[in-house]
């Protein structure tokens, strides 16, 4: 857009000496008004009187492109803009040129600086000729949150989104929220040396979510598919049908009659449950669900007493399941741990010998809702109703031999004549089963021998290098083994407790914790154990090298507790896959960066906390979806959202359609409905990849054109002087770094701003050759982010592809990666470079 | 972690073994009796010479040396058409695949050894990188068998139920190379997979199951005592879990099992009832193969005659 110089002025900022005691300004202002531009100056630009002064000369003379010399357009950019955008210009017509970082503080001679300035400003003069007005582009965020996961990740996710306003659905896959501190009994805190109720805490939580207007609960359902990009995702939702309305009351009757006894998940697969149960006396939502899969009716067995004893109708074996197609401004994930399969390491005899368990085997034992009712017991003492079950499924080899008296494997035994003269239990109470077994199994328990000996193996699949196990730190596990020692020597003062450790790792506030369980008399031995034996008896050997003395111990127990590691749960491996988000070696889901974005996924609009992201204990996870609740929200609230970064934008009338561009790393270029190549602004970084793809020059990164590139080049060129094309990330922050160092280089290097240096091609370099320029240099964006990990290599290839294409021009293109903190490097580097450019300059003139 | 997807069944060179081939040769005949009626595409190629392993851990061989006899030996595969190695002995399968990695990873040795072979005129022997690979040229003939096992349990004739059965995998197997084992390496079931296959009840998990032999090669003739020790922990241990067949799949273990047996019994005072073979013989005669003729029990010194006649195989 050219317009008549009268048009155009230049305001100089002095900034108090900084520029004006390196830079001639006078002598610039000379120059420029010779080519009849005006030209102002003033002491701070960046004070209201300076933009007072700017807002008048625009108003006053009718200005239409404003060029402004001033420190870096990173430090007072926006406030320029915002200044000449309230006088009404649009804010392409603003150009400014940076006289401290990259001038003033790095040039110490005044005349060269002095020269220096007058081209860079000649640059933005040019630059600004081809300067079209840019709208601003906005995204409207759709206001509605989805958190995936009903752990106490994703119950303090959603609570903290829906008490700031924000509409939240939390989607939970099994029948009630709570996840895996439902079932650990009792917590460890870092504040005291007692153990907390995990329900006590857990449970007016739920509630909360139950009651709560801006939250909508969806359990049973899974997250099936999702489209759409941040800011306005298609969520597809599966929901799995209950068979139960929501008249239900939870009275329990149902519980009573049903005739089938399952596997109980939530009691690590004891089968102490009916085909219609609650997960767990305090589910939310408080409705029975009918298990689809040994629920005799729905096998197609006649029973339905559920429905006759019911009377509220609840029952519904017609129940369907359902589908819903919702959009969503943000999303976390919150999917959960799983524990590692014990039997993986079978020198251990997890899934072999009855009376090896695992750390959340034991807290569902000294749980009151457990399968002992909180009784410390060895399982071969009580259970044959369900040995073997503590084998958990995923296991290749099925070492259990113990018969199985599986109900729901016979669907064809008349139910008739199933018991139904049982006990009545308290109303909410599911998790005493009321066959006639299960009398037998509580005669046994009433009085089990309580298991004397104990001994705890740690980093059970943690901290291993070996095929079968982790690399990691489980980091709970350590407090869990110190937390069960402690609940059972307060509760049986006469067991003994060994814990085997490699190291103990009670951080921060937990060491006090950890010296209490040492005064109460629990053992500790530092080794990894190499195998648990079983003797006739039952009883259980566990040999380990006590490595502070280097003896051999053989330690006798009654009950072996691993500590074993904490995995990504299954859910969450699935749940990365849906929402393609990057996850670590182990499946965790990756956040972007471990300090600065902790729960920021690959993703924009999708965030990360609890378990699903790595293992953590509750405090921690609670601290995490707290974070994640409130970057969603200011993802949300941002709308309609500015993009900051400049965009590609197709030139629709010489857009062939072909396609090609559509190989944008990024994937934000597609074809419309009508056919039409189109950008997804919300997704697009501006990389400018497509602009090299595209060969009828069709698409451009707008404030970026080659037209702009050119004629600021234009400006700022003399002959022999380096022309470095600069990254406008991290890499313009080290450039000007340079300058707040103290540090100098030859006045001849000239910087030029690019969105990244994908969008310099060939015929811009041999313009800036023919121009004067002895060497160009490319300063790219090192690849220590998500964005920069795919664009470095593109980067790289396409400087390497230039020089080849170049020919014998190739040598005198250069390539460099900036690190903020290496600013002594990158002004070396054009030290050198511009001294071998002077010499051929030289020759050059 | 090996998939068992990935073993071939095709252009195997059964591999002899000396501690086979001196000891027990019937593995060998047994192996090639199941693979013949496996469909297994296998060649025995008198041209192949000793690992040099038993030597080699008898610090008798030196590293240069072995890698050299390995290096005539893959040229050997290659030439013959059969490059996939397939051996009958982990300590085979572990030297051959180490001397493979050697050679294209240590470009000084793999010269000397070439330069040997040139010196000498055989220049057909020498050794380019990645000539062989050591992932997927190297296999031990349980993996082939495990690869089969559906076929077997199609075609066997001769049910083991109700035997109670064992096994003993190799430390060459699967420590060595943990990495490249089929299944957890520390919890291989290669062989009880196949035995449980031919209806045998595999005590899948018992005290010590992952303690070695006790041969420890050079051991057994220097430090005797020490290595007759272990191997009595272990034959204790299966006396305790009531094993009556212990499998094998490495001559070595089998040596030190199936000969020491009786010299433990009688210098420890103690008594078993266990009987040894090998995984291959194990197959054979599930396949209907001779005990004799082919599974060449009468070269073992536990007499498996009782066993046999109890399972109805004589
Ligand atoms: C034995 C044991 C004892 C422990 N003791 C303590 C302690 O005393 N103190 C402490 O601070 N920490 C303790 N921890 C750790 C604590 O359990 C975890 O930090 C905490 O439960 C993690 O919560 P979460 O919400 O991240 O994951 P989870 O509790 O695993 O919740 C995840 C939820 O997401 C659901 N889900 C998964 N996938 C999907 C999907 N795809 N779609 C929908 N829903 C899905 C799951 O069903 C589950 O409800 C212990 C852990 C163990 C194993
Ligand atoms: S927390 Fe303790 S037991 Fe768990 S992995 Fe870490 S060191 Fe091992
Ligand atoms: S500028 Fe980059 S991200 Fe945007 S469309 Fe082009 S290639 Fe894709």
Redesign the pocket.
């Known amino acids: 857009m050219i317009v008549p110089p009268e048009k155009t002025a230049v305001f100089i900022c002095h900034c108090s000496g900084n520029i004006s005691e390196h830079v001639d300004i006078k002598a610039v202002k000379a120059a420029l008004k010779a080519e009849g531009i005006s030209v102002f100056d003033y002491e701070y630009l960046c004070s209201s009187p300076g933009q007072d002064l700017i807002k008048s000369k625009i108003e006053e003379k009718g200005l239409e492109k404003v060029v402004i010399g001033s420190c870096t357009p990173s430090k007072h950019g926006l406030l320029f803009k915002k200044c000449v955008r309230e006088a009404g210009l649009n804010r392409a017509m603003l150009e400014i040129a940076n006289l401290r970082e990259q001038c003033a503080w790095v040039h110490p001679d005044t005349a060269e600086a002095t020269e220096k300035a007058i081209t860079l400003l000649r640059g933005k003069l040019k630059r600004l000729d081809r300067g079209e007005p840019l709208q601003d582009i906005k995204v409207d965020i759709f206001p509605r949150a989805l958190v995936?996961?009903?752990?106490?990740?994703?119950i303090t996710a959603a609570l903290n989104l829906a008490d700031n306003g924000v509409s939240t659905y939390l989607?939970?896959?099994?029948s009630s929220?709570?996840?895996?501190?439902a079932k650990?009994g009792?917590?460890?805190s870092p504040d005291k040396l007692a153990e907390e109720c995990a329900m006590c805490s857990l449970s007016p939580l739920m509630n909360e979510v139950a009651a709560h207007p801006k939250i909508t609960l969806l359990t049973r359902?899974?997250?099936e598919a999702v489209r759409g990009s941040a800011g306005k995702f298609k969520v597809m939702l599966r929901t799995r049908p209950g068979y139960v309305r929501d008249t239900c009351t939870a009275c329990g009757r149902c519980n009573r009659v049903c005739p089938v006894l399952v596997e109980n998940e939530f009691n690590c697969g004891h089968k102490d449950k009916k085909a219609i149960s609650m997960r767990f006396s305090q589910s939310i939502p408080k409705t029975y669900s009918i298990d689809p899969d040994h629920c005799l009716q729905l096998n197609g067995v006649p029973c339905g007493k559920c429905a006759e004893a019911c009377r509220t109708e609840a029952i519904d074996f017609g129940q369907q399941e359902e589908v819903l197609e919702l959009n969503f401004g943000a999303i976390i994930a919150?999917?959960?741990?799983k524990?590692y399969d014990a039997s993986l390491k079978p020198q251990y005899g997890y899934g072999i010998f009855e009376n090896v368990l695992t750390?959340?085997e034991l807290?569902r034992m000294l749980g009151i809702n457990g399968p002992t009712k909180g009784k410390l017991a060895r399982l071969s003492d009580t259970c044959n109703l369900d040995a073997g079950n503590s084998n958990p499924g995923n296991s290749t080899t099925d070492f259990s031999n113990a018969p199985t008296t599986d109900p729901s494997n016979a669907p064809t035994t008349d139910p008739s004549n199933s018991p139904t003269n049982a006990p009545i239990n308290a109303p909410t109470n599911d998790f005493t089963p009321n066959s006639p077994e299960s009398s037998s199994l509580k005669e046994k328990l009433s009085d089990p021998p309580v298991p004397g000996r104990i001994v705890m193996i740690q980093c059970v699949g943690s901290r291993d290098e070996k095929a079968g196990g982790i690399p990691y730190c489980s980091r709970?596990c350590c407090?869990?083994a110190l937390?069960h020692a402690s609940l059972i020597r307060k509760k049986y003062p006469d067991t003994e407790i060994t814990i085997c450790y490699i190291d103990m790792r009670a951080f921060g506030f937990y060491e006090n914790y950890y010296r209490a369980v040492q005064e109460m008399g629990v053992s500790f031995v530092r080794g990894r154990p190499a195998e648990v034996i079983r003797k006739s008896d039952k009883s259980l050997i566990v040999r380990v090298e006590d490595t502070l003395n280097q003896k051999i111990l053989e330690l006798p127990a009654d009950l072996v507790v691993l500590s074993a590691a904490?995995l990504p749960?299954t859910?969450?491996r699935?749940?990365a896959g849906v929402l393609n988000v990057s996850q670590d070696e182990t499946g965790f889901i990756k956040e972007r960066h471990s300090k600065l974005k902790p729960v920021d996924s690959s993703v924009d609009g999708i965030f990360v906390c609890?378990?699903?992201q790595g293992p953590?204990?509750?405090?921690d996870?609670i601290a995490q979806a707290g974070l994640a609740a409130a970057r969603a929200r200011a993802f949300i609230a941002d709308s309609p959202k500015v993009l900051e970064h400049e965009l590609a934008r197709i030139n629709q009338l010489t857009c062939t359609r072909c396609g090609d561009c559509l190989s944008c790393p990024f994937d934000a270029l597609s074809f419309s409905e009508s056919g039409r190549v189109v950008v997804d602004p919300l997704v697009c970084t501006g990389c400018g990849y497509c602009t090299e793809i595209c060969e009828k020059g069709a698409v451009q990164v707008a404030g970026f054109t080659k037209s702009q590139l050119k004629s600021e080049i234009e400006g700022v060129l003399e002959a022999g002087d380096l022309l470095g094309f600069v990254n406008s990330g991290i890499s313009s922050l080290t450039c000007d770094n340079i300058g707040n160092s103290v540090l100098s280089y030859p006045s001849n290097v000239k910087l030029v701003k690019v969105s990244t240096c994908l969008v310099v091609d060939k015929e811009l370099i041999m313009h800036a050759f023919r121009h004067g320029a002895a060497s160009v240099l490319f300063v790219e964006d090192p690849p220590d982010n998500p964005r920069a990990e795919v664009i470095f290599p593109l980067a790289l290839r396409h400087f390497e592809k230039l020089k080849e294409e170049l020919g014998a021009d190739g040598s005198r293109l250069h390539f460099k990666k900036a690190y903020v903190p290496n600013t002594k490097g990158l002004a070396g580097t054009f030290t050198s470079l511009a001294r071998e450019g002077e010499m051929n300059g030289d020759m050059v003139r | 972690m090996k998939p068992i997807e990935n073993v071939p069944d095709r252009k195997l060179l059964l591999f002899k073994s000396c501690m086979v081939s001196q000891e027990y040769p019937g593995i060998e005949s047994a192996t090639g009796y199941a693979f013949d009626r496996l469909g297994v595409d296998y060649f025995v190629n008198e041209e192949q010479s000793c690992c040099t392993g038993i030597g080699h851990y008898t610090d008798l061989f030196e590293g240069l040396t072995t890698a050299a006899i390995a290096a005539r030996n893959f040229a050997v595969a290659r030439r013959c058409g059969y490059p996939n190695i397939t051996c009958l002995c982990s300590t085979c399968y572990a030297v051959n695949k180490e001397a493979c990695e050697l050679l294209n990873t240590n470009a000084e040795v793999r010269e000397k050894v070439n330069s040997i072979f040139r010196e000498q005129g055989m220049d057909d022997l020498v050794y380019e990188k990645g000539d062989m690979d050591p992932r997927s040229n190297f296999y031990h003939a349980v993996e082939v068998l495990l690869s089969k096992v559906d076929l077997i349990r199609e075609n066997k004739q001769l049910d083991f139920s109700g035997v109670k059965a064992a096994a003993h995998h190799a430390c060459h197997y699967y420590k060595v190379k943990y990495q490249d084992v089929v299944g957890n390496p520390e919890n291989p079931q290669l062989i009880d997979d196949i035995a449980a296959a031919c209806g045998a009840d595999m005590v899948r998990w018992y005290e010590d199951r992952t303690l070695t032999c006790g041969m420890g090669f050079s051991q057994l003739h220097l430090n005797r005592n020490t290595s007759l020790q272990v191997t009595k922990a272990k034959l204790d241990s299966l006396k305790n879990a009531g094993v009556e067949l212990m499998l094998h799949m490495c001559p070595n273990c089998h040596i030190q099992y199936d000969r020491y047996q009786p010299v433990i019994e009688k210098e420890f005072g103690v008594e078993y009832d266990t009987v040894h073979m090998n995984i291959g013989q194990f197959v054979a005669l599930a396949l209907g193969a001779d005990p004799y003729e082919v599974c060449g029990f009468q070269t073992h010194s536990v007499p498996l005659e009782g066993f046999l006649e109890r399972i109805g195989a004589l």
């Not at chain 1, 929220?177 to 501190?181: D, L, N």
């Open positions: 995936i996961g009903g752990g106490i990740a994703g989607v939970e896959k099994d929220i709570g996840g895996q501190m650990i009792k917590i460890f359902t899974e997250v919150a999917t959960g741990f524990e750390q959340m807290a709970y407090m869990a937390k904490m749960s859910g969450t699935v749940i609890g378990t699903a953590k204990d509750i405090t996870t």
